[in-house]
């Protein structure tokens, strides 16, 4: 089946390490996002990409990096530069020249302890 | 930043319909509005979206006021399963350098009462 998939569902790391969290998608869209997500609050935009090679910081960029080395995927580094890295991650895709809805992952909660 | 405001929270009685209101007074001629709802650490689920007409599907019901400035997302029969955050959305379609990305603000937290 067509989707979007997010692994780890859940990430423990130690405080100062770098993380990679994995997102993938099999339908062919051009546009992809990173969504941070904190207890009781709405969705952040960390970083998006339009087109692969491609990617814009959105409103929470810092202590954040992603590539866009291939359409499928859209990885989301959180660094040790990151001050607050324990949230809830959402990745998401769009085809970007039309009216259709974003699909969403089922999202990673990274713990840093 | 997000260009609409909803209510914090609401209550709706199980099998009754459910409005769920969206405020976006600046919202530009080539901007849709979406509708998205989130149930628990899951990723959030499209319901529904459109430009000036209301729309309908098999989720729900979107009327957009005639100056577009507002509008109200019905869940006809709510169940216990509607309890979730729901989220409106304003977003324009084409292709934009910069993007034409999803912001989402905190959304309403809809609870169906049995």
């Known amino acids: 089946d067509g989707g979007i998939t997010q692994s780890p569902k859940y990430l423990f790391r130690k405080e100062g390490q770098n993380v990679t969290l994995s997102c993938e998608q099999n339908l062919n869209h051009d546009a992809m996002y990173w969504y941070r997500q904190d207890p009781g609050q709405g969705l952040r935009l960390i970083y998006y990409?339009?087109?692969?090679?491609?990617?814009q910081k959105g409103d929470i960029a810092e202590g954040y990096s992603v590539s866009r080395e291939k359409k499928e995927s859209f990885p989301l580094t959180v660094t040790s530069a990151q001050k607050n890295p324990t949230a809830f991650y959402l990745c998401a895709s769009n085809a970007q020249r039309s009216v259709t809805e974003a699909f969403f992952g089922q999202g990673t909660r990274l713990t840093v302890v | 930043d997000a260009k609409t405001t909803q209510p914090t929270s609401m209550d709706c009685a199980e099998g009754r319909a459910a409005n769920l209101p969206c405020n976006h007074s600046?919202?530009?001629?080539?901007?849709?509005v979406y509708w998205y709802r989130q149930i628990h650490s899951q990723g959030p689920q499209y319901i529904i979206h459109?430009?000036?007409n209301n729309e309908t599907n098999e989720m729900a019901s979107l009327i957009i006021t005639e100056d577009r400035k507002s509008s109200t997302l019905i869940l006809p029969h709510a169940t216990l399963r509607d309890t979730a955050v729901y989220y409106c959305i304003v977003r324009v379609a084409e292709f934009l350098v910069g993007g034409n990305q999803f912001y989402f603000g905190t959304g309403t937290s809809l609870t169906v009462i049995p």
């Open positions: 459109g430009l000036k």
């Open positions: 600046t919202i530009s001629g080539n901007e849709y």
């Open positions: 990409s339009q087109i692969v090679n491609d990617f």
